[in-house]
């Protein structure tokens, strides 16, 4: 009789101690999963105030420099592209990452083009609207930058912790797959070749 209540007892404790393991790595990887969401959420945070700065931007260029018509209807044209690119948190993949991505690499384009632009105009660069707009703009870069940066860490975690084993043969079971990450643009690893 003493025999069989041992044999329950280590029974029992053996299975709390594979539920636990379960249920902590589980919640775990839940964990780690909404962080990236998160995260992705951040960027898409510093992506639309860039978006929402440019209307401005436009308007007080196009004050100066109407006739530079063709410059702001390709910024105009980028930006309404990059605001109608978006990606669902819980469905992210490369691909969908990509052309996000290249969404917004079309509107720097047509930003940098913007400013190339501006140097023609000496009035223009000393409106004081214009450099608080230019300011916001490249403080709004600087954070996009950060925010891609910290969702690359987290979706890094998050990968590294599902491809664990045994954890891997859990997320597995429960669906948890590798989350993308942002990349650098592609030939930027070159640096440009300058002329004098």
Known sequence: MKKSWIIIIVIVVVGFLIYGWFKGSYNSMV???????KQWADVENVYQRRADLIPNLVATVKGYASHEKETLEGVINARAKATST????GNLTPDKIAAFQQAQDGLSSALSKLMVVVERYPELKANQNFLELQAQLEGTENRISVERRK?????RAYN??????????????FGFTDKPY??????????????F
């Not at 964990?31 to 969401?37: A, F, G, M, N, R």
């Not at 978006?86 to 948190?89: E, L």
């Open 31 to 37: 964990t780690l999963s909404e962080s990236v969401d």
């Open 86 to 89: 978006t990606i669902n948190a």
């Open 151 to 155: 969702f690359n860490e987290s979706a």
């Open 160 to 173: 590294t912790y599902i491809k664990l084993f045994p954890k891997n043969m859990l997320a597995n079971m």
């Open 182 to 195: 942002f990349k650098a643009q592609e030939g930027s690893e070159t640096a440009p070749k300058v002329e």
